[in-house]
């Protein structure tokens, strides 16, 4: 099948499926005339190579994977440790993040009284208030 066809059947666009080739994640075979071929092992490919980078693989990640299972002996495929690495990564950049929150939420809270703290909770019971105003009794006031 030409590229047109083997990118609707992966689920991807002719320009992502010739970046993943730019990248090494995938080697057409070409025609005569030079036209791209695919079979059906190659569009299965592609759709793992998609899945994988949804997942948040990165390109490098993912051609070290496929590299192995382009070998005629596969040793130890490498998904496991680059899976354990990239979930170590996340791990430790939703740490830093939370951190982050946490700070802004207090320092907006020691300025614009406790609306900050928990926001689903604060948003739900309260009017939707710039941060600059406040509520004294029934008036708004500009702080």
Do not use: W
């Not at 900050?116 to 710039?130: G, H, K, N, T, Y």
């Amino acid at each position: 099948m030409r590229i047109g066809e083997a990118s609707a059947a992966a689920g991807l666009t002719p320009r992502a499926l010739r970046f993943y080739e730019e990248r090494g994640l995938l080697a057409a075979r070409r025609t005569t005339s030079g036209h791209r071929e695919y079979d059906e092992e190659d569009v299965h490919r592609l759709r793992t190579v998609r899945e994988l980078l949804a997942a948040g693989l990165t390109i490098s990640d993912v051609r070290a994977v496929v590299e192995g299972l382009d070998m005629p002996q596969p040793g130890d495929c490498p998904i496991v440790d680059i899976t354990n690495r990239r979930l170590a990564e996340l791990d430790e950049r939703i740490e830093r993040l939370t951190e982050l929150r946490r700070r802004l939420a207090n320092a907006l809270a020691h300025r614009f009284d406790k609306q900050f703290l928990e926001p689903d909770q604060a948003i739900a019971r309260r009017p939707r208030l710039s941060p600059c105003e406040r509520q004294i009794g029934d008036e708004f006031t500009v702080t």
